[in-house]
């Protein structure tokens, strides 16, 4: 690969967690699930991609998410949540809150249609995006950042591109059934060996796959244990109130994600607008991201308790929830302002771009969505 060269200290850094990581495949006799190798290479204290402090979003950084690219997108959700808190509470709870962008133009969308949120929590792992997000909401008051789900909530709650950041287990099918992709070190450099998977895996390879005796040898895929985790606890804090989750990002349902065509699984890494699928490049300087399972989290959700309120399209959510009339809002014949509008609108809707990649997958309790949004539900693909 040719990716631009990192900075010394960066470079310095990565050397650190890398030897953290191989002091871990050690004491687990040289095999690593990659799942314990991909929580330290985002999540490990100082070094990790979330958790040290180099930038990671924007132009600076190594991916570009929705809300950077208009305020349309924050606002389109914000007409949603609207009808959410009418029937909840004036509360709202964000997961992952990249540089709060998507908080500010949510409650700026929300203030301007009369519509007062007493709370905004944020949950956020990575301390360099809790700073941005502190100066990009300081005008905010209601704002404050939470260290984990709080005992009880009622209302929205947001997360945009949370779910393909959580570590999975890598599989392989194999003559002898399945085998887990396990991390090791040879010759100093980190690489895969297989390894018999433990009770656990087995049974949530046989939850999470349709027909997984059936794919081919060879076929490698990506076991969600900690984001259906995540599915299950966030589905057990709204059964115990009133309110609904609306979850955005990159995948596909079970039917789809196992598909044979897909036999080299999802993983995919991000660094400086650069895609690759090498997850041991630099660790703790690169995203590693895996495609979400959406008909995984929603059953983990149900088991929880709630309801599948919608899954559909990027495209379709953002039509319904008005983005098209937002849009609007700047004069066309304005084009300095209208065109990058436009072009932004154009890149979340096209099914080229975001618009059928990324879906939306909405859950909840005692609460209904607007009948436009209804009206485009797919949740029975699931």
Not at 259 to 276: E, F, K, Q, V, W
Not at 353 to 381: Q, T
Request: net charge negative.
């Amino acid at each position: 690969m040719s990716l631009p060269a990192p900075s010394p200290d960066a470079l310095a850094a990565s050397h650190s967690l890398q030897q953290q990581i191989a002091a871990d495949v050690a004491r687990h006799d040289g095999a690593l699930s990659f799942a314990s190798f991909m929580e330290t290479a985002l999540y490990a204290p100082r070094l990790g991609y979330y958790t040290g402090g180099a930038a990671k979003l924007g132009k600076d950084g190594d991916f570009t998410t929705a809300p950077e690219m208009s305020p349309l997108f924050g606002a389109a959700l914000a007409r949603v949540a609207a009808d959410i808190i009418a029937q909840s509470a004036p509360s709202i709870l964000e997961f992952g809150a990249g540089t709060g962008k998507l908080a500010r133009d949510v409650l700026t969308e929300l203030a301007g249609m009369g519509v007062a949120v007493e709370r905004y929590a944020i949950v956020e792992l990575s301390g360099e995006l809790r700073v941005r997000q502190q100066e990009a909401l300081r005008d905010f008051p209601q704002v404050v950042w939470l260290e984990g789900f709080p005992e009880a909530f009622d209302g929205v709650v947001l997360g945009n591109e949370v779910l393909d950041a959580m570590p999975v287990h890598l599989v392989t099918k194999t003559a002898d059934g399945w085998r887990e992709q396990c991390v090791t070190v040879t010759e100093g450099r980190f690489d895969y060996v297989p390894a018999a998977p433990s009770a656990e895996l087995l049974e949530q390879i046989a939850r999470q796959i349709p027909e997984h005796d059936s794919l081919p040898e060879g076929y490698v895929t990506e076991v969600h244990g900690t984001a259906c985790g995540f599915m299950r606890t966030l589905g057990a804090l709204l059964a115990k109130g009133r309110g609904a989750a609306i979850l955005v990002d990159y995948g596909f349902p079970a039917h789809e994600f196992y598909h044979a065509d897909r036999s080299a699984g999802t993983l995919m890494c991000h660094y400086r607008h650069h895609a690759h699928p090498d997850p041991f490049f630099l660790p703790g300087l690169q995203d590693i991201t895996a495609h979400v399972d959406f008909t995984a989290m929603a059953l983990a959700a149900h088991a929880a308790g709630v309801e599948v309120l919608a899954y559909m399209s990027q495209a379709s959510f953002l039509l319904g929830a008005g983005i098209g009339d937002l849009l609007l809002r700047t004069d066309p014949a304005d084009t300095k302002a209208y065109l990058p509008q436009a072009n932004a609108v154009h890149r979340l809707l096209s099914p080229a771009e975001m618009g059928e990649l990324f879906k939306v997958l909405v859950i909840g309790k005692d609460v209904a969505l607007p009948p436009v949004l209804v009206a485009s539900d797919r949740a029975h693909r699931l």
